[in-house]
């Protein structure tokens, strides 16, 4: 069943309000740029549930606070409830009070967009639907592929053809039809939309489809809850089409609706330098139905997106929130691959090492100052795009030794390897 407590469609940029009956996926009369939210009764959740009573450990523990509610169309595969990381050693290089990384990258098929793919397929078992599609730039495709293969629902997925192979590779596994689309996301974003309408496929893309923003926002939920229900200052996201960042102040709202926590963070999104267009919309105060198209280059494929289809809420999330967007160079994105590593063990995917360097850029400006918390949402696994691994240690390399003790011990000497006490 819909969740009892959810209540009408609003357009995050005109403010109408539709029925739940009445619209499938944007707002008719503001069109693409209009993305819905799904609005709840929270005088009446309020008195219902409690942060207490929440059980299963995964994203479904916040099924009260979700469009579909009931068990039975929740795909099985386990998703959510992903581990929050302390930094220490980080946190203090950089003089912030705490840093936390919302290991998402522990998800099923490796990235956050598991969260947002399980809602739509819980959405389409409710609808009975056969086909879901999507547009991609690899992971919200992995996420969907894995999920429906999950339960059974054929996904067809278009995808730019330079997507990286593993990423490809990935959805072929998972028994997904993949159409290879010469030319940018953007592109291959437009058929999905004329594909889902022409042949009636339940269209999964990212923004369009408000459950994506529904099941984006558990990761802000548990960041609360596994900070016993308070936010950090500030939370740092990667961002492409701005519908993780949306999904986020989604989450932070409906917490903050229900006096689960007492404030909502400062919201921070970072985009690649070539791959800019919500920076630069925020700089120059431009409205999200006013933004031109922009430039998809960056080696973070994940976040390349020339007209982010989320803007109006990604936008808002900022403003809303007194954040900021900042914009890195892939030059940065590469360096924060190893930087984050080294120092949590955290292995991320370019488009998500991106928030790291997106957080000493803001460090940078001022707009985090020290003596701050800080989260940052990792949003993919480093093992989705090996190439741009071994790009980020180019220059580095393993120390060729031969077979003898001798070798060994020379090139211990010589690099000076510290050694032990007996133990
Ligand atoms: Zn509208």
Redesign the pocket.
Same mark, same amino acid.
């Given at each position: 069943m819909t969740n009892p407590f959810l209540t009408h469609y609003q *357009?995050?940029?005109?403010?109408?309000v539709y029925a739940l009956d009445a619209v499938t996926y944007? *707002?008719?009369? *503001?069109g693409a740029v209009?993305t819905l939210d799904m609005c709840y009764d929270y005088a009446a959740l309020r008195r219902a549930v409690r942060p207490d009573q929440l059980s299963a450990l995964s994203m479904w523990r916040y099924a009260p606070l979700l469009p579909v509610s009931e068990p039975a169309y929740f795909p099985p595969l386990h998703v959510g409830w992903t581990p929050l990381i302390a930094a220490p050693r980080l946190a203090k290089s950089l003089g912030l009070r705490a840093l936390w990384l919302k290991d998402d990258s522990r998800n099923p098929t490796g990235s956050l967009k598991d969260r947002a793919s399980a809602m739509v397929v819980a959405r389409a078992q409710q609808l009975d639907v056969k086909v879901i599609t999507t547009a991609s730039t690899g992971n919200a495709a992995a996420a969907l592929a894995g999920m429906c293969a999950s339960v059974g629902i054929k996904a067809v997925i278009f995808v730019p053809a330079k997507a990286p192979p593993a990423k490809i590779a990935q959805l072929l596994v998972y028994g997904a039809t993949v159409l290879l689309v010469d030319g940018t996301y953007d592109d291959a974003y437009a058929l999905s939309v004329q594909a889902s309408a022409t042949y009636n496929w339940y269209c999964r893309n990212t923004g369009m489809n408000p459950y994506t923003t529904e099941g984006k926002k558990t990761a802000a939920f548990e960041l609360c809850e596994q900070l016993a229900w308070r936010a950090p200052d500030v939370l740092i996201v990667s961002v492409g089409d701005g519908n993780i960042l949306a999904g986020q102040h989604k989450g932070f709202h409906d917490l903050h609706q229900l006096g689960w926590i007492d404030r909502v963070p400062r919201l921070i999104g970072v985009q690649a330098a070539g791959s800019d267009n919500l920076v630069r919309a925020w700089e120059s105060g431009l409205a999200a139905d006013a933004m031109p198209r922009g430039g998809t280059e960056t080696l973070a494929d994940s976040i390349s997106a020339g007209l982010p289809s989320d803007r109006a809420k990604a936008l808002r999330a900022v403003r809303q929130t007194n954040g900021a967007f900042v914009r890195v160079s892939d030059a940065e994105i590469l360096a924060a691959i190893p930087a984050l590593a080294r120092g949590s063990g955290i292995f991320a995917e370019p488009a998500c090492a991106a928030a790291y360097a997106g957080l000493l850029k803001a460090l940078e400006c001022g707009i985090v100052r020290e003596g701050e918390s800080v989260a940052l949402l990792i949003t993919g696994s480093g093992l989705k795009d090996i190439g741009s691994a071994m790009q980020s240690v180019a220059g580095e390399g393993g120390y060729t030794i031969g077979r003898d003790p001798e070798s060994m011990h020379e090139a211990v000497a010589r690099l000076g390897l510290p050694i032990g006490a007996p133990f």
């Open positions: *357009c995050a940029l005109c403010n109408r944007t *707002c008719p009369i *503001c209009g």
